[in-house]
């Protein structure tokens, strides 16, 4: 398996300690308050709830929607409902994109952003993810929905991760308002899990044409999503009013993270959920802040730098604030 933030387990066992400050995810570090479960909720087969659905289609904007395991159910299933084809990934993006479409008997390049456009005739399906992670590039909706449509006309696919995508100012692309059919060839991800801090729901939502939510569906089998997560993800998409709440705090914390990195001599992008930088000293920067007791994203490969979460509190700010200060009169 692929190596992701969040292994506070390897952090504990490699350091010997467990009062970790964990930035490593890009989570929103203020969960949705879970409603009470219903009682029966662990003793019934978690059959579909419609209304899920039309919650996930109205928060979303989306025509239809199909809720799945984790978005990333959808990225390993994916790749298996088309015959062998030469697909594009973004480069650098999330790798677990990359890795299934390697899987399955498909051509693989990985492109970067600025190369994206010219790709589009070069491939029978590209994989965005939009805002990227861990850069926080975006790509334009209306570009978006062009790059499908020259797809679609030849059979092929845009696959469009939006996990980080609840506290941007552009609609989904997945959003095509009253009475319209989600685009031939377009395929959106989202995720409850980042905005809405439910990790641990392993719940998301893939909108597409009916047909392929069909084959979806049918390729993951049933109960795929449990009861309970069913009922505290339609808890959270109805709840407009937090919503509004947290996108402001949210966006007022990652400005907070970015002017902070700045203070500190690192020039950094990303979204309201995390910041990142390339960085020379990748390695040494991640050692640093590990021996602090604060856990954040190493990437030594292609996307080689630092990304950071957002402190949960006061404390986790005055916490990294220290660790950085120590980190700028160490450097050579």
Known sequence: MLEHGGNLREAAQRYGRDDWLDLSTGINPEWYPAPAIANNAWHRLPEPDPALALAAQAYYGAPQMQPVAGTQ????????????????????SYAEHAHHWAQHGHTL????????DAAVAECDVMVVVNPNNPTGATVPRGQLLDW??????????????????????????????????????????????????????RLGFVAAQPALLDALANLLGPWTVSGPAQQVALAALQ??????????????????????????????????LFQWW???????????????????????????????????????????????????????
């Open 73 to 92: 159910a959808a990225i390993q299933a994916l790749p298996r409902l088309r015959l062998p084809s030469r697909v594009v990934v973004t480069a650098p």
């Open 109 to 116: 390049r990985q492109v970067p952003y600025d190369a994206l």
């Open 148 to 201: 499908a449509a020259r797809l679609s006309a030849r059979g092929g696919w845009l696959i469009v991760d939006e996990a980080f995508g609840d506290t941007g100012a552009q609609a989904s692309a997945a959003s095509q308002g009253a009475g319209s059919a989600t685009p031939e060839g377009l395929i959106v991800l989202r995720s409850v899990g980042k905005f809405f801090g439910l990790a641990g729901l």
């Open 239 to 272: 709840d407009s009013a937090w919503q509004e709440r947290m996108r402001e705090q949210l966006r007022a914390g990652g400005q907070r993270l970015q002017n902070l990195l700045a203070a500190h001599g690192i020039r950094s992008s990303g979204s309201a």
């Open 278 to 332: 390339p960085e020379a000293r990748a390695e040494d920067f991640h050692e640093h802040m590990a021996r602090q007791g604060i856990w954040v994203r190493l990437f030594s490969k292609a996307a080689r730098g630092i990304r950071l979460g957002l402190p949960p509190d006061e404390a986790g700010w005055q916490r990294l604030e220290l660790a950085l200060t120590l980190w700028t009169k160490e450097k050579p």
